[in-house]
């Protein structure tokens, strides 16, 4: 159980010495209307740095005709459930005009709607429901590469010399024939990322799958066409844009191999892999640059938030947030998150590490799951408690919180063989022993995590009105969907809603410092306080089974979580609370 109480402010008292704090009180007011027009316009510049981020996989959100794909239709007609809980900004994963090969990361027009999610007016419509509820949109753009059918790679493709025959990496064969790889560069999912092309007689650089070729930002024609790609969605509303694979925007010019390294799986933290170093294809000093030039080109059109999807350590990517003292991206997506033991130790390097590296002005990222990565609740082993808990820390930590759809229902991870799997990725390695996909750390099968949004306990958890949805619906779809939790007042989805609430309406929680309060950490305890003006809260986490007594200073609890002032915090328990 969960108790929530909105403090309530003093009043001021001037039954002693009235006449001089009168004059104080007009002196304050006069200096506030000076300064409260700088003060606003610095929140509206960076509304980014206070909201809360909720993505959609819109292939999988609502159905509004039947067809068993979620459409933007689908989405328009849900945008109430997301305002009510409390979320303040949507991120939608692409629906441009696609083949749909890698289900919209593979972009043939970026101009265009994908007709099974709906059209340009629908879109249009979407943008404007969204700005009625005061809430912003952030749209999916994949900068790195298109779909091997988008028109430019089709001229391109066709002869060495044409209008676009350098808009990607091209690149002739090594051997007798030129048949083999220009260099031993991998791609993010194994194997070489060169591709020959039967009609140019070269090789194309991919990143990450063989039908998306990588753009050639060094042509200044493809730069310009991917800015004006930027600009228009920007002067048509948007709000701003994550960033597909940000971090293989350049490559190296003179196509160096890469050196050799032991390491056989890229992580969060370090993309070598394969047994190689990415030290010539990913995160090139370019890469940094062109971040710069993104940003100055977005301001243009106003206050837009750019958060980009890189890989490497957290000294690095800030390189994307601010390069030579040039401002670049808002934020980058910290990934050390998703591989974080559910310790309290583990969790205070955690917070440390992302303090250092992102402190004032920057602000860091907090993701535990999204359309790529294990569904956050299976990661904790089903435990709606560590879940709650892991809620109460993302939104209460200093950072940008980004939620996937369902994770405020606890929707787990579906377990679907690769043999049986849409995604890419399992075609690729359908030839995998099950066994083996089921020890890896992430899902090799992406569809496990995009499977349906659960509404109510009707057919197919009502997301379809049609009897064939894209993926199969969870099997949890009885007690997990929205319907029932709304009613349950002890459900993860009801504490969603109490701690969304409690951040918008404490400033320290969304705008405040952050400082560790090393006081109260302990091997099972992790602590902080956020501070704001004069105000100052202490949030604490138990991060084990055992129950825990602590001596807490003097406050009003503002929510209790598996806890009580007097008795302590229970397994799993936290606690928000104002201190006097």
């Excluded at 091997?523 to 100052?536: C, G, L, Q, V």
Aim: proline share 5%; net charge positive.
């Amino acid at each position: 159980m969960y108790q929530h109480k909105l403090s309530i402010r003093n009043r001021m008292s001037f039954r002693n010495k009235k006449t001089i704090q009168l004059q104080i009180f007009i002196l304050s007011l006069s200096i506030l209307s000076s300064i409260s027009p700088i003060i606003a316009q610095e929140q509206t510049n960076e509304w980014w740095k206070r909201t809360t981020v909720y993505q959609i996989y819109p292939r999988s959100f609502y159905d509004s005709n039947g067809d068993g794909i979620g459409d933007i239709k689908g989405i328009i007609q849900k945008l109430d459930y997301i305002q009510e809980l409390g979320f303040e900004t949507i991120w939608i994963s692409p629906f441009f005009m696609s083949p749909q090969m890698d289900f919209g990361y593979d972009i043939s027009d970026y101009y265009s709607i994908a007709p099974e999610y709906g059209d340009s007016a629908i879109c249009n419509q979407l943008i404007e429901e969204i700005h009625r509820r005061k809430m912003k949109i952030i749209f999916d753009l994949v900068m790195n590469h298109t779909s091997d059918q988008h028109p430019w790679f089709k001229e391109s493709s066709n002869t060495i010399n044409n209008n676009k025959s350098d808009w990607y990496v091209w690149k002739d064969g090594k051997g007798k024939k030129r048949l083999d790889p220009p260099n031993n560069w991998k791609s993010m999912v194994g194997g070489s990322g060169w591709q020959y092309n039967k009609e140019r007689k070269q090789f194309y650089w991919a990143s990450f799958l063989p039908f998306q070729p990588d753009l050639n930002y060094r042509n200044k024609d493809v730069k310009k066409a991917m800015l004006d790609v930027t600009q228009y969605w920007a002067e048509k509303g948007v709000d701003g844009f994550r960033l597909d694979i940000f971090n293989a925007i350049y490559e190296d010019s003179t196509f160096r191999d890469n050196p050799f390294s032991f390491k056989i799986i890229p992580n969060e933290e370090n993309p070598d892999g394969f047994f190689q170093k990415a030290k010539y294809n990913i995160n090139n000093t370019q890469s940094f640059e062109f971040a710069t030039e993104l940003r100055t080109s977005l301001d243009k059109t106003g206050n837009k938030y750019l958060v980009g999807e890189v890989f490497g350590d957290a000294n690095l990517l800030k390189k994307y947030c601010n390069y030579n003292n040039q401002p670049g991206l808002n934020s980058v997506f910290l990934f050390k998150t998703l591989g974080t033991p559910f310790k309290a130790k583990d969790y205070r390097k955690l917070v440390a590490l992302f303090e250092e590296n992102f402190a004032k002005p920057f602000i860091p990222t907090y993701v535990f799951s999204n359309h790529d990565r294990k569904r956050s609740i299976s990661r904790l082993k089903n435990d709606i408690n560590k879940a709650k808990l892991l809620a109460l820390f993302q939104f209460t930590v200093r950072g940008i919180p980004f939620t996937y759809y369902g994770e405020e229902l606890g929707i787990p991870q579906t377990n679907i063989p690769l043999k049986n799997g849409k995604d890419p990725m399992a075609k690729r390695y359908k030839l995998l022993p099950q066994f083996i996909a089921n020890m890896s750390k992430e899902a090799i099968n992406r569809d496990g995590c995009r499977t349906p949004m659960l509404w109510n306990n009707e057919n197919n958890a009502d997301f379809t009105k049609g009897n064939n949805p894209w993926l199969p619906v969870s099997l949890q779809y009885a007690k997990l969907n929205v319907e029932k939790q709304n009613s349950d007042s002890t459900s993860l989805l009801t504490f969603y809603k109490s701690l969304l609430a409690l951040r918008k309406s404490i400033p320290a929680l969304d705008s405040g410092e952050l400082k560790i309060a090393e006081k109260y950490c302990s091997s099972k305890i992790f602590a902080f306080y956020r501070i704001f003006d004069a105000e100052k809260y202490l949030i604490v986490l138990n991060m084990s089974k055992q129950t825990i007594r602590l001596d807490l200073p003097k406050g009003e609890a503002l929510l209790l979580l598996n806890s009580s002032i007097k008795n302590g915090l229970n397994g799993y328990g936290g606690l928000v609370l104002k201190l006097e």
